[in-house]
């Protein structure tokens, strides 16, 4: 594996980072639609759940429940997430820019029985508007766990949640804390992760070589990423000056993979460090666009 920061402002819209990453996701499709880490057993018997941040925080925002819902997932993966909104009475739009997750989503949408439910765009976030060119159409924009780390500019990305939600519709985003991404590997003495990267790299991209796979054991053909770091302050302000209020921004002390050696099982797929609270693994954030 080896990864370098390299000076890199690209196009959102086109260009090698955008293939490369579509062509590294369309590869994990596959092997995510088979593994462990992304059964699907709840979701086919009708129970499906979302990891217990999401689900306590959903049931404290919508008290009433999802039904009726009109949501917008972005990046939605397979689908998996986006039918168990369904499953809730959500109608739900799905959008994904890889083929294959979009097929797949359909194909599941379908032998759940929520294909009326569920309907899945293949695109790039930032081609959204033109896909779906209704504005004001969502009640709720839905993003979950490993999302804008693939996305270069989180101004467009808050312009472009902000366009679609409807007057007092509000976005529900769940991920890794960026804090926690400044380590890297485990220090042989102690196993604490290591100061590895700096918190904040304007301007550059994180190109990376490495075929590994966070869910499965899987070794990649397509081992060429681009990711971008979000500064939490960056991704709060974009939001704010794309129109919408804060409702709450929370840190959380665990996150829903082995983000780091040092990390423990801590049930129900999350992970925690071993002891105290020693930095926050993710962050949930609420907003709402103003009802006027
Ligand atoms: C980690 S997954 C999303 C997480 C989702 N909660 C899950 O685990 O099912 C990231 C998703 O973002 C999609 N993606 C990455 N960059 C994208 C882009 N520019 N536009 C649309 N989708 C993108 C990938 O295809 C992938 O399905």
Redesign the pocket.
Same mark, same amino acid.
């Given at each position: 594996m080896s990864t370098e920061r390299v000076d890199l402002e690209p196009d959102p819209r086109e260009g090698d980072w #955008?293939e490369a990453?579509?062509a590294q $996701?369309d590869e994990r499709v596959p092997v995510h639609v088979a593994s462990e880490f =992304?059964d699907q057993t709840a979701l086919r018997e009708g129970r499906g759940r979302l990891y217990r941040i999401e689900e306590a925080e959903l049931a404290s925002l919508y008290p009433e429940g999802l039904e009726g819902l009109r949501v917008l997932h #972005?990046?939605?993966?397979?689908g998996?997430?986006s039918l168990v909104l369904a499953q809730r009475g959500a109608s739900v739009v799905g959008?994904?820019?890889?083929r294959p997750?979009i097929d797949q989503a359909r194909a599941l949408a379908s032998e759940v029985g929520l294909a009326d439910r569920a309907r899945f765009v293949h695109?790039?976030? =930032?081609d959204a508007r033109h896909m779906l060119p209704e504005p004001e159409s969502f009640d709720l924009v839905f993003t979950? $766990?490993?999302?804008i780390t $693939? #996305?270069p500019d989180i101004v467009e990305w808050a312009r472009i949640v902000a366009w679609f939600l409807k007057p007092g519709g509000r976005l529900y985003f769940a991920d890794n804390h960026p804090a926690a991404q400044v380590f890297d590997g485990a220090d042989a003495a102690t196993g604490l992760p290591v100061f590895s990267y700096p918190y904040s790299h304007p301007g550059q991209a994180i190109v990376a070589e490495d075929g590994a796979d966070y869910a499965t054991d899987a070794v990649l053909q397509q081992t060429r990423s681009f990711e971008w770091q979000h500064p939490l302050g960056e991704v709060v302000e974009a939001l704010l000056d794309a129109g919408l209020r804060l409702e709450f921004l929370r840190e959380h002390y665990e996150v829903p993979w082995r983000m780091h050696e040092a990390l423990v099982d801590r049930g129900e797929g999350m992970w925690g460090w071993p002891a105290e609270r020693w930095l926050p693994l993710s962050v949930s954030i609420a907003a709402r666009a103003p009802r006027d």
């Amino acid at each position: 594996m080896s990864t370098e920061r390299v000076d890199l402002e690209p196009d959102p819209r086109e260009g090698d980072w #955008l293939e490369a990453n579509r062509a590294q $996701w369309d590869e994990r499709v596959p092997v995510h639609v088979a593994s462990e880490f =992304y059964d699907q057993t709840a979701l086919r018997e009708g129970r499906g759940r979302l990891y217990r941040i999401e689900e306590a925080e959903l049931a404290s925002l919508y008290p009433e429940g999802l039904e009726g819902l009109r949501v917008l997932h #972005l990046q939605c993966h397979f689908g998996a997430d986006s039918l168990v909104l369904a499953q809730r009475g959500a109608s739900v739009v799905g959008l994904d820019f890889s083929r294959p997750a979009i097929d797949q989503a359909r194909a599941l949408a379908s032998e759940v029985g929520l294909a009326d439910r569920a309907r899945f765009v293949h695109a790039n976030v =930032y081609d959204a508007r033109h896909m779906l060119p209704e504005p004001e159409s969502f009640d709720l924009v839905f993003t979950t $766990w490993g999302t804008i780390t $693939w #996305l270069p500019d989180i101004v467009e990305w808050a312009r472009i949640v902000a366009w679609f939600l409807k007057p007092g519709g509000r976005l529900y985003f769940a991920d890794n804390h960026p804090a926690a991404q400044v380590f890297d590997g485990a220090d042989a003495a102690t196993g604490l992760p290591v100061f590895s990267y700096p918190y904040s790299h304007p301007g550059q991209a994180i190109v990376a070589e490495d075929g590994a796979d966070y869910a499965t054991d899987a070794v990649l053909q397509q081992t060429r990423s681009f990711e971008w770091q979000h500064p939490l302050g960056e991704v709060v302000e974009a939001l704010l000056d794309a129109g919408l209020r804060l409702e709450f921004l929370r840190e959380h002390y665990e996150v829903p993979w082995r983000m780091h050696e040092a990390l423990v099982d801590r049930g129900e797929g999350m992970w925690g460090w071993p002891a105290e609270r020693w930095l926050p693994l993710s962050v949930s954030i609420a907003a709402r666009a103003p009802r006027d």
